[in-house]
């Protein structure tokens, strides 16, 4: 099957394959070719359409529900991000579509999901209308009955007071019982309209989410440090979220109701705000990364269910309402925050505050049937993992943990608990655990956020970090120091007492400070060049002065 422009572009004519594109004057036609398993496949749109349009194009191809994932795969397996930025490919370059989680089938009778159906099948019979419409040039008179049909039914269940249950009964004033979701107002900090419509909205498609499966490839994938987290929109990133309670058993163990997980996870993403480096992304790729590490160093044979449930929680919640500015800002520049907290650990102190602040809300208490013991030992337990995530303890930390690692006592609560502060502390700063393709970007946004620190560092009259310094630092010199000095010795103190780690974790880490360190090899020698080209110049200048005077007073001789 060929998906032409015409289908999604009715002033096509159906079957035009290209435009010329020389003169780049305006818009012209991508095609795209990809294989859905071993059905061949192309598609055509125009360079400036949407990137909801391209997705929708590549729905239509799969037939795939609206709630349905898909993912795009190039020739090295690696994800292609769907969007109206695709590049055109040839056959021979075929990417490979696939739908990665699927709408599940109900066992019998009708589901709470009827009405998203409903609606997902009229959006289709829209669709093909539109497509009967462009090549007959008519509607037949069977469409115009079935469609009378629909809506007759509609307005009968609509209004019929005991299918209120189905989400479709109106009262009065014609406005929807159910359907909108109650409690979603902000449960930590106040955040603006904006941030909340945003927030919602992204919901709403997480809640469109929860009768979708996922592949049993794509649940394998997320457990290892290589997932590519760039890949995946905010809803989907939710979605991953609730997945990882759900498989490691931790909704069974706790009697977790799954609405309030979602309400719980919904203020979590309006509680992190727009920051370059500080923000929701991170806080998936942090959480994600300790998921990884629960299941490659099989910590569900080391920690009990209340201490998994603690470190995924807190690595969830380790970066809560974080404004971009770190520590060392806070307390300089005399913040409410610093004031609060009596400068210590302010950040820290703020996203521990913020997140049992969520869990204290009616609709997001996912927890609400721990035990109060468990809840003491949670609470405990969260807040200190946090905390540890302040680098100015770093050293303090990684030094205790070194200190123990090798009599390492697993009934020892201090030895426990120290450990998984350094899982939190490794999560928070595993970006160079990835591949590359996958953490260089996170270097960009990081220097991004410490930029904008410094430049207000600089207007406040404040000190400033030679590190976060736009004029003095690289990003090749940032990242050794740090990789040297901060990330092997973390690293390595782990994978003192987990070996497995060694391969896929620290393995892509010296890999880095590999390239790195050549990076800033070749820039040395780069200046070094200009360097001697300068000097080169400025010899070269002097001796052509010096003839021009030899030679006038030469002539002034004779």
């Known amino acids: 099957?060929?998906?032409?422009?015409?289908?999604?572009?009715?002033?096509?004519?159906?079957?035009?394959?290209?435009?010329?594109?020389?003169?780049?004057?305006?818009?012209?036609?991508?095609?795209?070719?990809?294989?859905?398993?071993?059905?061949?496949?192309?598609?055509?749109?125009?360079?400036?359409?949407?990137?909801?349009?391209?997705?929708?194009?590549?729905?239509?191809?799969?037939?795939?529900?609206?709630?349905?994932?898909?993912?795009?795969?190039?020739?090295?397996?690696?994800?292609?991000?769907?969007?109206?930025?695709?590049?055109?490919?040839?056959?021979?370059?075929?990417?490979?579509?696939?739908?990665?989680?699927?709408?599940?089938?109900?066992?019998?009778?009708?589901?709470?999901?009827?009405?998203?159906?409903?609606?997902?099948?009229?959006?289709?019979?829209?669709?093909?209308?539109?497509?009967?419409?462009?090549?007959?040039?008519?509607?037949?008179?069977?469409?115009?009955?079935?469609?009378?049909?629909?809506?007759?039914?509609?307005?009968?269940?609509?209004?019929?007071?005991?299918?209120?249950?189905?989400?479709?009964?109106?009262?009065?004033?014609?406005?929807?019982?159910?359907?909108?979701?109650?409690?979603?107002?902000?449960?930590?900090?106040?955040?603006?309209?904006?941030?909340?419509?945003?927030s919602q909205q992204i919901f709403e498609k997480f809640e469109r989410l929860r009768s979708v499966e996922l592949t049993e490839a794509t649940r394998e994938l997320?457990?290892?440090?290589?997932?590519?987290?760039?890949?995946?929109?905010?809803?989907?990133?939710?979605?991953?979220?609730?997945?990882?309670?759900?498989?490691?058993?931790?909704?069974?163990?706790?009697?977790?109701?799954?609405?309030?997980?979602?309400?719980?996870?919904?203020?979590?993403?309006?509680?992190?705000?727009?920051?370059?480096?500080?923000?929701?992304?991170?806080?998936?790729?942090?959480?994600?990364?300790?998921?990884?590490?629960?299941?490659?160093?099989?910590?569900?044979?080391?920690?009990?269910?209340?201490?998994?449930?603690?470190?995924?929680?807190?690595?969830?919640?380790?970066?809560?309402?974080?404004?971009g500015y770190n520590n060392s800002y806070q307390v300089n520049a005399k913040t409410e925050l610093a004031m609060r907290y009596n400068d210590i650990s302010p950040l820290e102190n703020h996203h521990a505050s913020v997140a049992f602040e969520i869990l204290s809300c009616e609709n997001s208490n996912f927890l609400k049937h721990l035990a109060p013991e468990e809840h003491k030992r949670f609470r405990s337990g969260m807040i200190k993992c946090i905390l540890a995530t302040d680098m100015a303890r770093h050293n303090e930390i990684v030094n205790a943990f070194k200190g123990i690692s090798g009599d390492y006592d697993n009934d020892n609560p201090d030895h426990k608990l120290l450990m998984m502060m350094i899982l939190l502390k490794v999560s928070d700063i595993s970006n160079e655990a990835r591949p590359m393709d996958v953490s260089e970007p996170w270097v960009e946004c990081l220097l991004q956020e410490f930029f904008m620190q410094s430049d207000m560092e600089k207007l406040e009259g404040l000190p400033v970090a030679p590190f976060m310094d736009r004029e003095k630092v690289t990003k090749p010199s940032a990242q050794v120091g740090f990789i040297k000095f901060v990330l092997i010795p973390l690293y390595e103190s782990l994978a003192g007492l987990f070996p497995e780690i060694r391969d896929p974790i620290l393995g892509p880490v010296n890999r880095a400070y590999e390239y790195y360190s050549e990076m800033v090899k070749k820039q040395a020698e780069n200046k070094e060049e200009v360097k001697l080209k300068q000097e080169g110049r400025r010899i070269s200048v002097e001796h052509r002065n010096q003839a021009i005077t030899e030679k006038t007073e030469e002539e002034s001789n004779t």
């Not at 009405?115 to 115009?144: F, V």
């Not at 995946?232 to 931790?250: A, I, K, T």
């Not at 998936?284 to 910590?299: A, E, H, K, P, S």
Request: charge should be negative; glycine fraction near 4%.
């Open 222 to 323: 997320l457990k290892k440090p290589s997932f590519d987290i760039w890949q995946w929109e905010d809803s989907e990133m939710l979605y991953l979220l609730q997945q990882m309670f759900v498989d490691l058993r931790l909704v069974e163990r706790f009697y977790i109701e799954l609405p309030l997980l979602q309400g719980f996870l919904y203020q979590v993403h309006l509680n992190y705000n727009y920051t370059p480096y500080h923000n929701f992304r991170h806080c998936f790729c942090v959480t994600q990364m300790m998921y990884g590490l629960i299941w490659l160093c099989n910590l569900q044979e080391t920690l009990d269910d209340i201490e998994i449930l603690t470190l995924i929680v807190s690595a969830i919640c380790h970066d809560l309402d974080h404004p």
């Open 1 to 198: 099957m060929s998906i032409e422009a015409a289908d999604f572009y009715p002033g096509l004519p159906p079957g035009v394959k290209g435009v010329d594109t020389s003169s780049n004057k305006g818009p012209y036609l991508k095609t795209v070719y990809f294989k859905i398993g071993d059905i061949e496949e192309q598609a055509e749109f125009w360079s400036d359409a949407s990137s909801d349009e391209v997705k929708e194009c590549f729905r239509s191809a799969t037939e795939a529900e609206p709630s349905d994932i898909l993912k795009l795969y190039n020739s090295s397996n690696s994800l292609i991000n769907i969007s109206h930025r695709i590049l055109p490919n040839t056959p021979d370059t075929r990417y490979v579509l696939k739908v990665v989680g699927a709408k599940k089938c109900p066992d019998s009778g009708i589901t709470p999901e009827m009405n998203n159906t409903l609606l997902s099948i009229e959006k289709r019979l829209l669709t093909l209308e539109k497509k009967i419409l462009l090549h007959s040039g008519d509607t037949p008179s069977a469409l115009w009955d079935t469609r009378a049909k629909v809506e007759a039914l509609r307005e009968k269940l609509e209004n019929v007071e005991h299918l209120s249950w189905m989400g479709l009964y109106k009262n009065i004033n014609g406005t929807s019982k159910s359907s909108k979701r109650e409690g979603s107002h902000c449960c930590g900090t106040k955040k603006s309209k904006e941030k909340v419509f945003f």
